[in-house]
């Protein structure tokens, strides 16, 4: 199995002792206390409004877990501070705008093009071929984690993206073969939405295991509502291109989007479940290890398998309604590592969208590009986390 613990490079090993030593002098540098954070977010943006206050549910109960379940160094309190001041100012920015610039958010005339299904079944793969296309637009990394500028004359959002991922990828053991994350390719909708103090980018980073399980009792309807004005704004800097989005978090909420974001397309894909689970854990493992001092690999696994269980079942649930269901594409991951370029041509013929010559030749460039590095370098096994693969089959058959 693999081991809880993971010394950290020394540069960081050294930062984390001087930070423990530094707060037991009293200064709580890695203070996750709401008021803390909710003023950190009100000093950088010179605002107060928060807007709905649903999202104040999910911000607590994050906090909870964090204290709970985490076991956090103190580098990765100091993370977790950065990251919850910033969506918490991002939230304030959000209300900002909507109430100063209210034409920003009026929904697009073009139907955006989304990608879901399980985490690790191929939805960043798809999601940046279809962003190759001139006539998309795509939302990076650094848009996605900041939508909106904060006060000032100049936009530091790309560079702070930039830093921030630089600081972090020496601390993430393999991530570069699991998922590379670069401040200008695009990303899944889960980083925007940490503004709703209800998305899954929380449990990636750190394991907030009683947070994600809280998350998916909840009503939905109003994170889908700030998520179309979202992307109204966002839509507003690409006029008359069409908007290419992908969330595993979308599969069972679709009913949600499809209210929020009528027309959409929604393409979902399938790959065998417990091999997503397997490769989500692996993924979440070098995150966690990163910032937790107790990382419980086969209580991550295990929550993970409880995770992707309830996708399908809502999942199944919602599309049974034969108008949602009609909507919705349905890929397979080895079709779509088989012959990208024919999936793609195949979802273009189901949505009606103008494959041009311009757009066949980057894409045909860009798959052969692709070496069996990308999509097959990533290894991992259901002995790393203490389970069986024929146990993970199993459950997942029974469902």
């Known amino acids: 199995m693999l081991p809880s613990y993971r010394s950290m490079p020394l540069p960081y090993h050294l930062f984390d002792l001087a930070g423990r030593q530094t707060e037991k002098l009293g200064l709580r540098l890695g203070d996750l206390r709401p008021e803390t954070l909710t003023q950190d977010a009100q000093h950088l943006t010179g605002l107060d409004d928060f807007g709905d206050p649903y999202f104040q549910a999910g911000l607590a109960k994050l906090l909870e877990?964090?204290?709970?379940?985490?076991?956090?160094?103190?580098?990765?309190?100091?993370?977790?501070?950065?990251?919850?001041?910033?969506?918490?100012?991002?939230?304030?920015?959000?209300?900002?705008?909507?109430?100063?610039?209210?034409?920003?958010?009026?929904?697009?005339?073009?139907?955006?093009?989304?990608?879901?299904?399980?985490?690790?079944?191929?939805?960043?793969f798809l999601h940046r071929l279809l962003a190759l296309d001139p006539a998309h637009a795509s939302l990076p990394f650094w848009r996605l984690y900041r939508p909106f500028q904060y006060p000032g004359l100049m936009d530091l959002r790309k560079i702070k993206a930039w830093a921030e991922l630089s600081i972090l990828k020496p601390i993430f053991p393999g991530i570069q073969c699991k998922h590379r994350i670069r401040p200008l390719d695009p990303e899944e909708s889960a980083w925007m939405l940490g503004l709703t103090f209800h998305s899954m980018v929380f449990w990636i980073l750190a394991p907030v295991t009683s947070y994600m399980r809280w998350l998916w009792e909840q009503d939905f309807n109003p994170v889908y509502q700030d998520y179309a004005r979202l992307l109204a704004a966002c839509q507003s800097t690409a006029p008359g291109q069409r908007m290419v989005l992908k969330a595993p978090d979308h599969m069972p909420h679709l009913d949600f989007l499809v209210d929020a974001l009528p027309g959409a397309h929604i393409i979902q894909l399938h790959r065998d479940p417990a091999t997503c689970v397997l490769s989500l854990s692996s993924l979440f493992y070098s995150t966690h290890i990163a910032l937790s001092e107790n990382v419980q690999p086969r209580v991550m696994a295990e929550a993970n398998q409880e995770m992707t269980a309830y996708f399908i079942r809502a999942n199944r649930r919602i599309r049974q309604d034969p108008g949602l269901d009609s909507l919705v594409l349905d890929l397979d991951f080895e079709d779509l590592v088989a012959d990208p370029f024919g999936t793609v041509r195949r979802i273009y013929a189901r949505f009606g969208l103008d494959f041009s010559n311009n757009y066949a030749e980057k894409l045909a460039q860009f798959i052969r590009r692709q070496t069996d590095r990308t999509l097959h370098s990533h290894r991992y096994s259901a002995e790393q986390f203490g389970l069986s693969e024929a146990t993970m089959r199993a459950y997942f058959q029974d469902l």
């Open 65 to 124: 877990s964090l204290e709970k379940d985490a076991h956090l160094r103190f580098y990765g309190r100091l993370v977790m501070r950065f990251m919850i001041a910033t969506s918490l100012s991002q939230r304030l920015l959000f209300v900002q705008a909507h109430k100063n610039k209210p034409e920003l958010f009026q929904p697009p005339t073009i139907p955006p093009v989304i990608v879901t299904g399980l985490h690790r079944s191929g939805t960043t």
